[in-house]
């Protein structure tokens, strides 16, 4: 039986508004400007590092824009062998922004956030028992990821762009088929975000460089206990 909207909506829990309000997001909104020096720039990136730790990440670093890879093979492996959601969801390939695409934009901008977020049980990644233990922690990621960008357009960066991880057909829609596909409108505007990988960004290298330990977890039949963590990623451009 398929799922209604609202059932989809409300299978996980989301950050409260008053919640938001109270550590410091959605105050006032500031007007649109296209000249921010370096110095307010990145002060406004520290308080979006700060929000993202609030909002339960267990990292989150500010770097130039200049440092995220943009590899071409990212949106072959997508193809190769071929992932469930491609061609099925409008954030996914062939339908997601191509790296192509990225290599122009990412140098647009100066800085971007990273946050990280550890999976647990590291289990509901490395050895899911429905697909619901994946699901809650790509929507997790998603969520944070639209809140940054979010505040970011609210603070006047009116260019904000995230980009989160794991396809929003499964984080947000349980694997419903895509309502923009079909000529519909999305079930969750302004939520759904292309996972980094599906636009080319290499999350690997990223990560890598910025010192946090990633994991093939899903590389059966090695045992779950063998693998030290789990992790998601996200990333938000800023100006």
Not at 114 to 134: A, G
Not at 205 to 210: I, N, S, V
Request: glycine letters at 4%; a positive charge.
């Amino acid at each position: 039986m398929m799922e209604t909207k609202s059932e989809v909506k409300d299978r996980f829990a989301r950050f409260d508004r008053e919640f938001l309000r109270q550590i410091g997001m959605f105050q006032k909104p500031r007007r649109f400007r296209t000249q921010v020096s370096d110095e307010e720039l990145l002060e406004d990136l520290e308080r979006y590092r700060d929000f993202a730790l609030k909002l339960g990440c267990q990292d989150a670093k500010i770097i130039p824009a200049s440092m995220v890879n943009v590899d071409e093979r990212l949106r072959l492996k997508c193809r190769i062998s071929v992932c469930h959601h491609y061609n099925n969801c409008i954030n996914c390939p062939p339908y997601s922004p191509t790296a192509e695409e990225m290599a122009r934009i990412i140098p647009k901008y100066r800085y971007a956030l990273v946050i990280k977020r550890d999976v647990e049980p590291k289990e509901d990644f490395i050895d899911p028992k429905k697909e619901e233990d994946i699901a809650r922690h790509y929507r997790k990621n998603m969520e944070i990821v639209g809140l940054i960008e979010a505040q970011a357009f609210s603070d006047g960066y009116y260019f904000a762009m995230g980009f989160a991880g794991g396809s929003c057909q499964h984080a947000l829609c349980m694997m419903q088929p895509c309502n923009v596909l079909q000529g519909k409108r999305c079930r969750f505007v302004l939520k759904s975000r292309p996972a980094m990988e599906a636009v080319g960004i290499d999350v690997i290298d990223l990560a890598t460089k910025l010192g946090w330990e990633v994991y093939p977890v899903r590389a059966r039949p090695i045992p779950p206990e063998q693998f030290p963590c789990a992790t998601t990623f996200g990333i938000v451009f800023v100006h």
